[in-house]
């Protein structure tokens, strides 16, 4: 930032993984920032470690984005232009069986805030899509143009449904937004004083795996090793998530500055670059020297075979690139679930 006074930016669901990896970017960047979340899906393990890397007090309030009162205050009390809104239920098989709970949820909160945005002539948001949006797709790479699926499930439909929601209140008002389309975030901060924190059983691979390594689950399953695929295991775009904070930062700047080309905007955020099950799992080991216990399991429900991003619009426009490797990634991840365990 080079404006002479400091851009506040509200960032709800400040505590969760990826909320807490952005507050440190957004502060690195010179932003000031305030954090609101409700720790539906953390506690304040995150925003503490933010307070250790970053050297600031973190101003926070505990507040449900889904109270309009509660949030109205929030909005009162501080000042700020730019909103980055992380604050969701984002369990995928959760969301199948209580769909009510997921589009209370996520949709109620994001209304919320663009209501709010409006009332108090606040401008700029960055709403967390995700890669769900694009569904089982046949083109691949995935670019921005390539026509969403009808979501699997609820989690994935309440992405589709929000996104929706921005494209229609940015046209009919002078909010301006950015949805960035994640692929899959993983990994922590280098400090591993911050990373992911999934409460009882993870649903995601690399949580999964840290736990298998650290020996509180027995043994990793690789759900299927018969897709067309050339070992068979599925395949995904891993993002860092201190690669995936700093697109946020990118995004915002994009629309302070004034930069954006449309007031409304998407983005992939990932890294262009497909990886197996296996092939993570072995990098894991490797990189990691230790030996992991897995087996091939039956395939999950709901799974797509392979998708990877088409990042050349974030390359280009947000000036943002993936930069750490898969590698280093995945070291993050085993440092950040060894830290925690000692904790
Ligand atoms: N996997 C295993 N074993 C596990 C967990 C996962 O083999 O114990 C496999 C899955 O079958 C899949 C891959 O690892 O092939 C990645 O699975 P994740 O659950 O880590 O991630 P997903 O790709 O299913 O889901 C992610 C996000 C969702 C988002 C979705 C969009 O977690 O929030 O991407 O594609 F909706």
Not at 41 to 69: M, Y
Request: glycine residues 6%; hydrophobic residues 40%; contains cysteine.
């Amino acid at each position: 930032m080079n404006t002479n006074t400091k851009h506040r930016v509200l960032v709800t669901g400040g505590a969760g993984f990826i909320g807490s990896h952005t507050l440190v970017e957004l502060i690195a960047a010179g932003f000031d920032v305030v954090a609101v979340d409700n720790f539906s899906n953390s506690d304040d393990t995150c925003l503490r470690g933010v307070e250790q890397i970053t050297g600031q007090k973190i101003p926070f309030e505990n507040v449900d984005c889904c109270d309009f009162a509660a949030m109205e205050s929030v909005f009162q009390r501080y000042d700020f232009d730019s909103i980055i809104h992380f604050a969701a239920f984002k369990a995928v098989g959760e969301s199948v069986e209580m769909p009510l709970k997921y589009y209370r949820n996520n949709l109620m909160s994001f209304i919320n805030v663009l209501e709010l945005m409006k009332k108090y002539n606040r401008n700029n948001i960055v709403f967390s899509s995700s890669a769900t949006v694009y569904g089982e797709t046949d083109v691949l790479p995935v670019t921005e143009e390539t026509p969403r699926m009808p979501a699997i499930s609820s989690y994935g439909n309440t992405k589709q449904i929000c996104e929706d929601i921005l494209r229609d209140t940015v046209a009919s008002s002078s909010v301006k937004g950015i949805a960035l389309r994640y692929f899959n975030p993983i990994g922590a901060h280098p400090s591993a004083l911050i990373g992911e924190l999934p409460r009882g059983v993870p649903n995601n691979l690399v949580p999964f795996i840290t736990q298998t390594a650290s020996g509180i689950r027995e043994c990793l399953s690789v759900f299927g090793n018969d897709y067309p695929t050339p070992d068979g295991s599925c395949i995904r775009d891993y993002i860092d998530v201190v690669d995936l904070a700093k697109a946020h930062v990118a995004a915002i700047t994009r629309m302070v500055e004034g930069k954006n080309k449309q007031n409304y905007e998407i983005f992939n955020v990932g890294t262009g670059k497909g990886t197996s099950v296996l092939e993570l799992v072995e990098m894991f080991q490797r990189v990691n020297n230790l030996k992991l216990n897995y087996k091939i399991a039956p395939r999950r429900q709901g799974d797509v075979v392979s998708i990877y991003a088409d990042t050349s619009l974030a390359n280009n426009e947000l000036g943002w690139k993936a930069e750490r490797s898969l590698e280093d990634t995945l070291v993050s991840a085993w440092k950040w679930e060894q830290y925690i365990r000692r904790k």
